[in-house]
Structure formats: C-alpha cells, structure tokens
C-alpha cells in the first residue's frame, strides 16, 4: 500500500485558489491511480479528480469542479497536485487525497476501488 499526507488547505476567500498537495511514500505510487476525494459536513464523500498510474495525460473529474480544478502528478517527486481556481462556498469540505492500483476508467471514480487513503486536509471557502 502507499502512505498519503495531503497538504495545503485553508482559509481562503470566494474567487480565491489553493493548491493542494498529497505525498507519497513507497514505489507503488508509480502504479497508482492517485485521486482526490472531498467531503463537507453531513455530506456523502464526492469523488473530486483523479489520475492514472497508466497515463498521467488522461484525466478525470467530478462536474462540479470541471473547468475549475486540475489534478497533475510529479512521479519524480512521489506527489500529486490539484489546484483550484475560482473557489466556491460549495468547495468546503475536507479533502482527501487516495491511491488504487485500479485504472480502468468507469471504476476509478468510485470511493470504494480505493484501498490507501491520507487523513485529509480542510479547506474552507468563506468571506
């Protein structure tokens, strides 16, 4: 399994971006499909991004942050990124970031493929 520890959240205001960064220790990160997951107070977790182990160059995400966020992967550095732009209230929530040795596309963006987790990071969108 691969270790996670998700960085770079905070308080930031509407309109505002964070970059958010999720390490990882040991090499089954490079055969790792790394996904960023969310979830606000009451809420159910909602599938954010993800990347896969395959190829860096196929991305996916949730329709909520289409246009918004972009997920990226530094393999060099054991690290996957996802910076956000143009902030909403609605962003609140805390993130998670995750890692499956699944790839295939259909089954990627599901919570349950994933099998290593970090313990989160907050992020809050507010004036």
């Known amino acids: 399994q691969v270790q996670l520890v998700e960085s770079g959240g905070g308080l930031v205001q509407p309109g505002g971006s964070l970059r958010l960064s999720c390490a990882a220790s040991?090499?089954?990160?490079?055969?790792?499909?790394m996904a960023w997951f969310r979830q606000a107070p009451g809420k159910e977790r909602e599938f954010v991004a993800c990347?896969?182990?395959?190829?860096?160059?196929?991305?996916y995400y949730g329709d909520s942050v289409k246009g918004r966020f972009t997920i990226s992967r530094d393999n060099a550095k054991y690290t996957v990124y996802l910076q956000m732009n143009n902030l909403e209230s609605e962003d609140t929530a805390n993130y998670y970031c995750?890692?499956?040795?699944?790839?295939?596309?259909?089954?990627?963006?599901?919570?349950?493929?994933?099998?290593?987790w970090g313990p989160g990071t907050q992020v809050t969108v507010s004036s």
């Open positions: 040991g090499r089954a990160f490079l055969s790792s499909t």
């Open positions: 995750a890692a499956t040795s699944v790839y295939k596309p259909s089954s990627i963006i599901r919570d349950a493929v994933y099998s290593s």
């Open positions: 990347v896969p182990w395959t190829t860096s160059s196929s991305t």
